[in-house]
């Protein structure tokens, strides 16, 4: 042997063999045979040759069609009747561009599909050597360890490794199907391209890898216990909800690919909802805010009973106080929306309407906060506009019995709203 990997390899099969070919009741002769016929089976210069007939059968992909579509495979049986996919083996280019893409996620594993029999001879190949590469990268590099192990009396090397290679050979031409799901893709200057959808398998379980490390950890369940019982913890722990979990392959995962029968068949899906969106209780203004988010409606009870203040027979201390208060409640009010409207710019800073008038764009934009500690010409309209709001909206909701108000009046509101206008900065 030339390697201490390729040893143990060979040490195993011939372990689980001779444990599933003999039996207590055999002759002491007849376990000897056995254990000859095991000795010549897996003899490198007889299995070697063997197993580069038989991998022909597997490929190695990053992307399996079967889990797509279960009845698309490679190999010459599935081309001969129509469901044959061009294995496609994809590495990607790791660039710091914040896309998820294959090659930007750290997944140093290809799968492969094909026949399930000849997994074996895969797992051979797979097998990493003292110096870190795979036996497969040596081959393939041609190096003294791969020479020295394809130098097979009776053998050619060079055919030897051209078998053993085509389990990442590609056939000539591109080759797609029916039941996979197709695309036209708009290229610049080329028109459109077709496209086949396939699954990167690799990138399937390695976040199912991650999720699981998440949730069933042992550091997460300790944290869990702690959160149970009440008690402190500094680490804390995350926790993923909603996590749907589909199976490929059914009672057979192995026909799918290497790497969904190594994970049961069983991959995680993340929940993918558009956010849901919760009423806003405030229309943002775009042309006026007294026009556009403070309704009089909203003030029908304020209004009227300030009519009836308006109406009473007799106008004495306790009536004027009264119809302050309802002229407050209007302010108080004015005030509320007011707050509702910045706090709602802040949360999408990057939208402004550009028609409102521009003491409206101080009062109420959040990055005009400074220019709102001094007051100046733009507070003095704003008070003059709520007075004017307050006149409007009483007459519009009583109609017809509203009582024509004047300036007077309308300097009388004005007074009382430039003793709140501290409370509109």
Not at 29 to 50: G, H, I, T, Y
Not at 192 to 205: C, D, E, G, I
Not at 396 to 419: M, S, T
Request: charged share 25%; with cysteine; net charge neutral.
């Amino acid at each position: 042997m030339v390697d201490a990997a390729i040893e143990g390899f060979f040490a195993e099969r011939k372990e689980a063999w001779l444990k599933k070919n003999l039996t207590t009741a055999m002759l002491e002769v007849d376990v000897r045979s056995k254990e000859q016929e095991c000795e010549s089976m897996f003899a490198l210069k007889n299995w070697l040759p063997n197993a580069a007939h038989r991998i022909e059968s597997r490929a190695l992909t990053t992307h399996p069609s079967k889990f797509t579509h279960p009845s698309t495979g490679v190999g010459k049986k599935n081309q001969k009747n129509g469901t044959y996919v061009t294995p496609v083996l994809f590495q990607g280019k790791h660039e710091k561009d914040g896309f998820l893409k294959t090659g930007n996620v750290a997944c140093d594993v290809i799968d492969s599909v094909g026949n399930a029999g000849e997994l074996d001879v895969e797992e051979f190949l797979m097998l990493r050597m003292c110096d870190g590469y795979r036996l497969l990268d040596h081959i393939e590099k041609e190096s003294e360890l791969a020479q020295k192990l394809l130098s097979i009396e009776g053998h050619s090397v060079s055919e030897l490794r051209r078998q053993l290679l085509v389990i990442k050979k590609t056939s000539e031409g591109v080759v797609t199907n029916s039941r996979i799901k197709q695309i036209f893709f708009p290229v610049y200057g080329e028109g459109y391209h077709q496209l086949s959808l396939l699954t990167n398998s690799a990138y399937v379980f390695e976040l199912r890898k991650r999720i699981d490390v998440i949730r069933f950890s042992e550091q997460a369940k300790q944290q869990r216990d702690l959160k149970r019982q009440n008690k402190h913890s500094e680490l804390g722990f995350k926790e993923i909800y909603n996590i749907t979990t589909i199976g490929f392959g059914g009672t057979k995962p192995a026909n799918i690919s290497v790497l969904n029968n190594q994970n049961a068949g069983k991959a995680h899906l993340l929940l993918s909802m558009p956010p849901e969106l919760s009423p806003r209780a405030t229309r943002l203004p775009t042309r006026n805010f007294f026009g556009d988010t403070l309704y009089a409606r909203q003030l029908q009870e304020t209004f009227q009973g300030f009519h009836r203040l308006l109406i009473a027979d007799h106008n004495n201390m306790r009536i004027r106080e009264g119809r302050n208060h309802r002229i407050q409640e209007y302010i108080d009010q004015v005030i509320f929306k007011m707050w509702q409207v910045r706090k709602a710019f802040e949360a999408q800073p990057h939208s402004r309407p550009e028609s409102l008038p521009g003491y409206q764009k101080i009062w109420l934009f959040p990055e005009h906060e400074p220019d709102r500690m001094e007051e100046g010409q733009w507070l003095t309209t704003l008070v003059d506009e709520v007075a004017r709001h307050f006149i409007n909206s009483y007459e519009k909701v009583l109609g017809k019995a509203a009582i024509q108000l004047g300036d007077d009046e309308l300097g009388a509101f004005n007074r009382i709203v430039e003793q709140s206008k501290e409370a509109l900065l």
